[in-house]
Structures are given as C-alpha cells and as structure tokens.
C-alpha cells in the first residue's frame, strides 16, 4: 500500500454531483477520512454533518429528512444543516450539548463541494464558477460524466498532470507544454499550446489553427481544463471543451474523482467533439496500474526535460496544515 509523507489536504473537494441529490434524499459520503451524511432538505438546501449521532452514534445516513433536518433512525432526534439537535420526540429539554460538526457547503458546476480544514478554520477561496455547468448554458451541449476512485492521493494525480515526460511513453502522445503558468496563492492557471493533439485526432491539422488548452486550478480538489480552437468536422467551425475534475481525497492513498465533461453545441454531434471526449477519458487508465504500484519519491532525481514537478509540490504545500 502506498504511504505519503503528508497528511490529507485542506480545501474544496467532491461529495457528489448535485443530480444526486433531490430534496429529501441524503447519503453518505466519506471524505479525508470521515464520514458525513449529505442531505438535501425538503426545501432544497444542501448541507454535510458528521455521520454519526451524538447521541449513541447511530448512522445517520440510515435516517430521514424530515423538514430541513436529518431525523436519526435509532431514536429520531432531529439535526439541521448547521449540527444543531432541533428535537428529540421524547425529552422535554434539547442538552445544551447537543450539536454536531457541519461543514461549509457550496453547490456549484453541477456539484456539490464540501470544505474540509483539519482545525475547521473557514474556506479562504472559492470554488471557481464555470460558465458551461452552471444557469442557462447557451451554447453548451449535454453534460457527460464519468466517475473512478484511484489508488492514489490527490497530490499524485495531480503530478500526472505536469509530468510533461510520461505522456509520450505511457500514453503515445506528447506532453502538455506550457506555454504560461501562473501561481497565484490557490489559484494556478497555465496555458498550453495543443497543435499535436489535433495532429494525433486528425492526422490532418491545420498549421494556423490555434488550440489551446486552459487550466485552472482553484485549490488541490479540482481542475477546470477548457480548450479553446477545437476545430469541428466544417471548415472553419471551432469548438469548445471543457473537463471539470473534481478530485475526494477519501483515505491516505484512496481518491474519487468526478469529471464532468462537455462541448460546445457547435462541435457537438462532430466526430471531432466525440474524439475529443474519449481521448480525455481514456489516459486515466493507463495510469492506473503505476499508480497501484509506484512508491512517492520525496526527493526524486529530475532531469532538464521533466515538466515543473518540483514547482508544483511546492505550490501543494500551503494546502498541508497539521
Ligand atoms: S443514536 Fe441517534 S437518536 Fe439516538
Ligand atoms: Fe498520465
């Protein structure tokens, strides 16, 4: 099993898609080792609690929602979105004591992101809003998603990301050269020039065409990755893509991401939009057996021709808080 010398990081990260939720549904859902029960009110409010009842910790995620409320299914005392016990059907006074941890919520993108913060401290950014998830979506097509818990931490999968080397060799295709990255507290932003991807879709690209491939980064728990210049089967057509991955650190070495990916309604029925999809969809899979298998260097030995390894673990670190 794989060991990290860090601890879970802080941040925003995945509980679940928002479609997952209707009002009065709750679930459980683990995250940076605990276990929490998302529920959505009747009145259509999201929020997280810890799973387990203060009382004599029963799952709460076995109960109902009742109201704004989540009723424990062992003696129906009732907790709202803030952890505060509002009834308990058979004493005459709610203990003072009676609350339990809730944590900051965001429902945002088509997900619903949670705040997780060893000391419980409060979010100091924000989830990025992204135009092509969120309100009336003109000129965005359908949402497709795609979910996988990866045998690794969120910093790893992160690192895949920057290792400009390994795409030729693991995944026959060049790397992702950035052309301008910038750091900017828990914020990254880079831009990459994206020719040889249309030379590997296409066979065929045009010289002057100018695909580039956006990132954003807002925190370690998710990526936005927004291509612009996608040429679509018309000449002259160019398309948009983007890949939302939200990243659940669940256990030390355990990690569920969440893409939700989409292009634009121009290239959408195009071969091209289609092979756009399954090319973003289909790296993750090689990467997998070396994940289950490889063991974090601390002080790797870098060449020249690695991508900005070193650069990026430093830029994790201000999201470690012991
Ligand atoms: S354990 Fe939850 S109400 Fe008793
Ligand atoms: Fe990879």
């Excluded at 995945?14 to 709750?26: D, I, K, R, S």
């Excluded at 989540?70 to 203990?95: D, L, M, S």
């Excluded at 945002?108 to 809003?129: C, D, K, R």
């Excluded at 400009?164 to 990459?192: M, W």
Aim: hydrophobic share 35%; with cysteine.
């Amino acid at each position: 099993m794989a060991t990290f010398p860090f601890p879970m990081p802080s941040g925003w990260f995945g509980l679940c898609y928002a479609h997952e939720l209707a009002p009065g549904q709750l679930k459980k859902v683990r995250l940076a080792g605990r276990d929490l029960a998302v529920f959505r009110s009747e009145s259509g409010e999201i929020a997280a609690i810890n799973n387990y009842c203060p009382h004599l910790g029963a799952p709460l995620h076995m109960g109902s929602v009742v109201g704004e409320t989540v009723r424990c299914p062992f003696h129906h005392w009732q907790w709202n979105g803030q952890g505060e016990c509002t009834a308990i059907p058979y004493a005459n006074k709610i203990p003072d004591k009676a609350r339990t941890d809730a944590i900051p919520i965001r429902e945002i993108n088509g997900m619903i992101m949670g705040w997780h913060h060893p000391h419980s401290a409060s979010p100091h950014y924000e989830v990025q809003f992204i135009d092509a998830l969120n309100g009336s979506r003109e000129g965005w097509g359908e949402v497709h998603y795609q979910e996988f818990t990866l045998p690794t931490c969120v910093q790893e999968i992160a690192e895949n990301d920057v290792d400009h080397a390994h795409f030729p060799y693991l995944h026959n295709t060049q790397g992702l050269y950035e052309t301008e990255s910038v750091f900017d507290g828990p914020i990254k932003t880079s831009t990459s020039a994206m020719q040889h991807v249309l030379e590997h879709l296409e066979g065929d690209a045009d010289p002057d065409a100018e695909y580039l491939l956006h990132r954003y980064s807002h925190g370690p728990g998710s990526v936005t990755v927004h291509a612009t210049g996608v040429p679509g089967a018309q000449p002259d057509v160019f398309g948009e893509f983007v890949l939302y991955h939200v990243a659940t650190p669940i256990e030390d070495d355990q990690t569920h991401v969440r893409w939700s990916m989409v292009l634009s309604k121009n290239i959408e029925t195009d071969d091209a939009g289609k092979s756009v999809l399954a090319y973003m969809s289909q790296g993750v899979y090689e990467d997998i057996p070396i994940w289950e298998e490889k063991v974090y260097q601390t002080n790797p030995v870098l060449c020249d021709g690695d991508g900005p390894i070193a650069r990026n673990r430093k830029w994790f670190e201000q999201f470690y808080i012991d």
